[in-house]
């Protein structure tokens, strides 16, 4: 079945790095494009970063430009996320997700139909 | 950006109720509209899609309206499975999503 599995998280320092792993399986990786969205304590949902499917271009939510940046690699079916000059707010659980697209009157439709199970990141 | 704003933020309800939940769009989104469930604890789960289609899987109980800036979740038929809190999402900026606050549905 579509399984994504996150790892990578833990305790670490203001201004410290830490990077983020999501491990996709069931389906053609290299298809699909991928989110990291994040949840603080209590907090409701933010998106962070995208890749496109080819892993060449990406973007960021202006909360983490300039500090996080995602990658792929399509021959491991693997997503990352390198988070550095963390801060106290950027503690949260983060989850990844898959790009998912449908079709209806010729008109494409985008959302995030799979979700990893998270891995939390605290920043402290 | 895309602003999006949900009401009520908390809602209690009964089983069996008949639950609305609204989205406001800061500006129009056409149909770019998402609804996920999320319960305490878990994962957040696609509900509906480009503003009503219902995802392979979700109860038929779980509908979706609306277009521009203005979009509702219903449920008709409150589950005690359905005691969760429920997020809109934006996709009219692909891929610069956007979630709503989140609506609280708990027990009445």
Known sequence: QVQLVESGGGVVQPGR???LSCAASGFTFSNNG????RQAPGKGLEWVAVIWYHGSDSDYADSVKGRFTISRDNSKNMVYLQMNSLRDE???VYYCAKDSVATIFGVHYYYMDVWGNGTTVTVS | ???LTQSPSFLSASVGDRVTITCRASQGINR???WYQQKPGKIPKLLIYAASALQSGVPSRFSGSG???EFTLTISG???EDFATYYCQQANNYPRFTFGPGTKVDVK
């Open chain 1, 17 to 19: 790095s830490l990077r």
């Open chain 1, 34 to 37: 991928m989110f990291w969205v």
């Open chain 1, 90 to 92: 950027d503690t949260a």
């Open chain 2, 1 to 3: 950006d895309i602003q």
């Open chain 2, 32 to 34: 770019y509209l998402a």
């Open chain 2, 67 to 69: 277009s521009g800036t």
């Open chain 2, 78 to 80: 409150l589950q005690p």
